[in-house]
Every structure is written in C-alpha cells, then in structure tokens.
C-alpha cells in the first residue's frame, strides 16, 4: 500500500516520507513531469562526480570521504556537532540534503535533525536501495531497506 507521510511539523522544512511502494506508484506523481526518482547508479554516477572512486561507490555502509557533506545543506536544520557539519565541504555541491529522518516499517518515526535518507527504486525482493547522510560522518551510507520503510526523496531531471 502506498503511503505519504510526515511526522512533527515536517513537511514545511523536510518534505514527505514516503514508503517502498509510494516510489514505484506513478498515480502519486511524486516528482513533476520530466524528473524521476534517482536509481542507485545514478546516485553513484553523483557521488563520483563529487570524488568518490568507482570501487568505493560499490561498496555498502558509509563510504567516501567528504561526499556526504558535500550533499548536505542547511546548517539550521542539522544537528550541529557531528562531522558533517564540521567539514569544510559541508553544503558545497549545491544538493542540500536535509534530515527528514524516516518512517520504520510498523509506523514509528525517528531521525529528524540526524539523518537523511533517501530512496533509490532499484532494488530486489522486498528490498530497495537508500542512501543515508547522518550528522555525525561526513561520507554517504549506500545499504538497502525494507519496502515498508519511509524516507524522502530527490527528483532528477530525465535525460534528454
């Protein structure tokens, strides 16, 4: 079943959190005509482009050396005393991740001001992929989740 949601006052800062199946239901029209959700390869095409190395960008868990902070953006809505913010890349390619936190798959909510996490439809079984950018590493965590989970999302533009 498909589900948009927030929790706090969220979704003026942060935005919806959404479920596996939520991405995947084009009758949502979560990202506007001519943008998609990001599939993992894009995601590692963007975490190269901003100096991680191809064998790093397949790995799992935080990778990177800066790549997180580069993403991230907003230091208002951060938690302030971990190592993303403390980097000096922090917010400087332009993305502004923010941290929406998540949705756990029994409806619990968690993370805001700590963590972004971000889907990435490409994934297997009851699976899909998701990038995470926490407060406190300044890489980016590559790793799976479970469908009934809720994270946020980042529209692309479609290639031409």
Same mark, same amino acid.
């Given at each position: 079943?498909?589900?948009?949601?927030?929790?706090?006052?969220?979704?003026?800062?942060?935005?919806?959190?959404?479920?596996? +199946?939520?991405?995947?239901?084009?009758?949502?029209?979560?990202?506007?005509?001519?943008?998609?959700?990001?599939?993992?390869?894009?995601?590692?095409?963007?975490?190269?482009?901003?100096?991680?190395?191809?064998? =790093?960008?397949?790995?799992?868990?935080? #990778?990177? /050396?800066?790549?997180?902070?580069?993403?991230?953006?907003?230091?208002?809505?951060?938690?302030?005393?971990?190592?993303? =913010?403390?980097? +000096?890349?922090? &917010?400087?390619?332009?993305?502004?991740?923010?941290? &929406?936190?998540?949705?756990?798959?029994?409806?619990?909510?968690?993370?805001?001001?700590?963590? &972004?996490?971000?889907?990435? +439809?490409?994934? /297997?079984?009851?699976? =899909?992929?998701? #990038?995470?950018?926490?407060?406190?590493?300044?890489?980016?965590? #590559?790793?799976?989740?479970?469908?009934?989970?809720?994270?946020?999302?980042?529209?692309?533009?479609?290639?031409?």
């Amino acid at each position: 079943q498909s589900l948009a949601t927030c929790y706090g006052d969220c979704s003026e800062i942060y935005g919806n959190i959404y479920n596996g +199946p939520s991405i995947a239901d084009e009758n949502l029209e979560i990202c506007p005509d001519g943008f998609h959700i990001p599939s993992d390869e894009e995601w590692m095409e963007l975490e190269m482009y901003l100096g991680m190395s191809f064998e =790093e960008s397949q790995d799992y868990g935080f #990778r990177g /050396t800066d790549q997180g902070s580069q993403i991230a953006g907003n230091f208002n809505w951060w938690y302030s005393s971990g190592l993303l =913010e403390n980097n +000096p890349m922090f &917010g400087s390619s332009g993305f502004l991740a923010l941290p &929406g936190g998540w949705r756990d798959a029994v409806g619990g909510y968690g993370g805001m001001g700590l963590s &972004g996490y971000f889907w990435s +439809p490409s994934g /297997t079984g009851g699976n =899909e992929w998701r #990038r995470r950018i926490s407060w406190n590493d300044s890489g980016v965590d #590559r790793g799976s989740a479970y469908r009934p989970s809720g994270f946020s999302v980042r529209c692309v533009g479609d290639a031409d």
